[in-house]
């Protein structure tokens, strides 16, 4: 249940709302990049008719830190948390999953945002830049889909079981040092540019470049980073392309 006298949910709609809650509340910080205003501790809850946590227009520093996410949704949506056009917010060790088909997190039209340490279902990311995922746990689930973002790194990661990774026409994307379980449709890198593909295992499946990420079109998603020193299933990643 949640903590006594601590929120169920957390809304922020802008930069003014974060520092009167944050004021009210006596979160910690100042909502600087070194000293961010701290969520920690709390079990909040998402429900079916708002996410747990739901961060919106917002340029100041904000960390979640130790939270649990429970799931008292009947439809499945919305997300559990949402994260909408913010600037350098962090999420550290919040566990966000209970179903297989649960929506986790929704990150849309953000810059600077890191999820690291958590625990989630399926993952939406979309129109971002400088988005970091590392030593995340994703999955059993649906999966990561992720649309039209830049300057994005998954790392030190695991995605167990889950039914796709799929990655559309984005720029400077890094796979580094992840675990790839299981993954039905392996992982798709569609209309992609500066892939850097390095260090991965996967087990059970494999890596599935379709055309436009070798430059067979026209367009800025032509350059692929030659895959190297990844494994399927123990044995090394070979990369073969120009196969009538």
């Known amino acids: 249940a949640p903590l006594e006298g601590g929120p169920q949910k957390v809304k922020v709609e802008n930069d003014t709302d974060l520092q009167t809650q944050a004021l009210s509340n006596l979160w910690p910080g100042t909502g600087t990049a070194s000293d961010p205003y701290l969520v920690q501790g709390f079990t909040l809850q998402g429900d079916d008719s708002s996410p747990a946590i739901w961060v919106c227009n917002?340029?100041?520093?904000?960390?979640?830190l130790d939270i649990q996410v429970q799931d008292t949704r009947e439809e499945g949506s919305p997300p559990l948390m949402v994260i909408k056009n913010v600037t350098g917010l962090e999420l550290d060790r919040v566990h966000a999953y209970q179903e297989f088909e649960n929506d986790s997190l929704d990150i849309e039209a953000s810059r600077d945002v890191r999820v690291v340490n958590?625990?989630?279902?399926?993952?939406y990311i979309s129109q971002c830049e400088g988005i970091t995922i590392?030593?995340?746990?994703?999955?059993?689930?649906?999966?990561?889909y992720t649309v039209q973002n830049s300057d994005m790194t998954i790392s030190d990661s695991t995605f167990d079981?889950?039914?796709?990774?799929?990655?559309?026409?984005?720029?400077?994307?890094?796979?580094?040092n992840n675990t790839m379980l299981n993954i039905m449709c392996g992982v798709r890198l569609i209309h992609m540019g500066n892939v850097t593909c390095w260090s991965n295992a996967f087990l059970n499946c494999s890596l599935c470049n379709y055309p436009l990420?070798?430059?067979?079109?026209?367009?800025?998603?032509?350059?692929?980073?030659?895959?190297?020193?990844?494994?399927?299933?123990?044995?090394?990643?070979?990369?073969?392309?120009d196969i009538d």
């Open 134 to 144: 590392h030593n995340c746990t994703i999955g059993p689930c649906d999966g990561l």
């Open 58 to 64: 917002t340029t100041l520093a904000l960390r979640f």
């Open 213 to 241: 990420s070798y430059g067979d079109d026209q367009g800025s998603f032509r350059y692929l980073v030659a895959p190297s020193n990844n494994t399927v299933n123990g044995a090394p990643l070979v990369l073969l392309r």
């Open 118 to 123: 958590c625990t989630l279902g399926n993952t």
């Open 161 to 176: 079981s889950t039914c796709v990774f799929d990655m559309y026409e984005s720029d400077g994307i890094v796979l580094l």
